[in-house]
């Protein structure tokens, strides 16, 4: 069934008002018709299960036929710090751990990033990357739309992750995996976690030692060096699967 998203000023207690570009995706590329069911996500961990009553301008009406609980968000928030990369590699990077369960990704101008982006640009690739994010929540059922920031620097990306609960930054030079899986089981449900992931030449040791002095811990991921759009993909694997076991066994510590 067709899943969409819908902003909560919308959502009333038996109707849904859809509006914006999912309008004419609605009603002329997908063709639907009154009395056609689509999903509804609100952004509330719900879905609404809903019968299209009309196209009215640039709106479609929707009755709501029943609410369900939906128990897809994983219990903390993982926010990905990533390193701009060359070419389109940040378009799979963003459907990947959207799809894994990312609360936030930021784009980070790191040293050794190639990638140079005036505001122009930086608003376009932006408003492209969440595009993206849209689409992979709602192909994988996901309940909110994880939001792509802006690029930020390295400096403004560790000022916003100060705050954060646990702050992970996989390095090449980090040795033994003791120090990775103590920091993976640290992370709990209503926890908040910041991961910084460098581009494809790496951190500059500069950059290590900001983000060791800001709280951040550097982790090994193991015996091989990856590229820099699987780095992050293995960190939010490991979170995801850790939150999901600790979720189903209901267990915290």
């Given at each position: ?83 701009l990369p ?163 066994n209901g267990?915290?510590?």
């Amino acid at each position: 069934m067709y899943r969409f998203f819908g902003r909560s000023e919308n959502i009333s207690d038996k109707e849904i008002t859809i509006d914006g570009g999912d309008v004419n995706h609605i009603r002329n590329v997908l063709r639907m018709k009154p009395g056609d069911r689509l999903t509804v996500s609100g952004g509330d961990n719900a879905d609404y299960l809903c019968e299209i009553r009309e196209f009215a301008d640039d709106k479609v009406i929707l009755g709501i036929v029943k609410k369900s609980e939906a128990d897809r968000e994983l219990g903390a928030k993982i926010y990905l710090f990533q390193g701009l990369p060359k070419s389109d590699k940040m378009e799979l990077i963003v459907q990947k751990c959207v799809e894994l369960g990312v609360y936030e990704i930021v784009p980070v101008a790191m040293s050794r990033c190639v990638v140079k982006l005036d505001k122009k640009r930086s608003e376009a690739k932006t408003a492209r990357w969440q595009a993206i994010s849209e689409s992979a929540a709602k192909q994988s059922g996901r309940t909110v739309i994880p939001r792509v920031r802006e690029p930020m620097t390295f400096g403004q990306a560790l000022e916003y992750a100060s705050e954060m609960d646990v702050k992970l930054i996989p390095y090449e030079l980090a040795r033994g995996m003791e120090a990775a899986k103590a920091a993976v089981e640290s992370v709990h449900a209503g926890m908040s976690v910041a991961v910084f992931i460098g581009p494809e030449g790496g951190f500059e040791a500069e950059e290590v030692d900001a983000a060791r002095e800001s709280g951040a811990l550097p982790i090994s991921l193991g015996r091989r060096i990856l590229r820099t759009e699987t780095a992050g993909l293995a960190v939010m694997s490991v979170l995801m699967y850790h939150l999901e076991q600790e979720n189903t066994n209901g267990s915290v510590s």
